[in-house]
């Protein structure tokens, strides 16, 4: 069993920066794929980006270049950093721990991008 445990959500106005952490629980964190996806309201959830266990790296084509996705294995850590956000943004941010048979789930920071 995984526990994943995110931080870093909150207000921000359009054009701030927000990094959202997720420390997860357990052994051989390093050997999974990692992500973040989000969901707004009256919205399907939606990838944002993932990193192999190899440090690569894939984006929802419409957020590169403003988020970068990073880990860090000795700390269990995943890591999003937001930047030049937009209301768009606007969602609930979930952390996502690949593995089989079925993947865990943070249970959501709230990322609001508002004036």
């Known amino acids: 069993q995984v526990q994943l445990v995110e931080s870093g959500g909150g207000l921000v106005q359009p054009g701030g920066s927000l990094r959202l952490s997720c420390t997860a629980s357990g052994t051989f964190f390093s050997l999974h794929t990692l992500g973040w996806y989000r969901q707004a309201p009256g919205k399907q959830r939606e990838l944002v980006a993932v990193?192999?266990?190899?440090?690569?790296?894939n984006y929802a084509d419409s957020l590169k270049g403003r988020f970068t996705i990073s880990r860090d294995n000795a700390k269990n850590t995943v890591y999003l950093q937001m930047n030049s956000l937009k209301p768009e943004d606007t969602a609930v941010y979930y952390c996502y721990y690949a593995s089989s048979p079925r993947p865990y789930w943070g249970q959501g920071t709230q990322v609001t991008v508002s004036s």
């Open positions: 990193i192999s266990s190899g440090g690569s790296t």
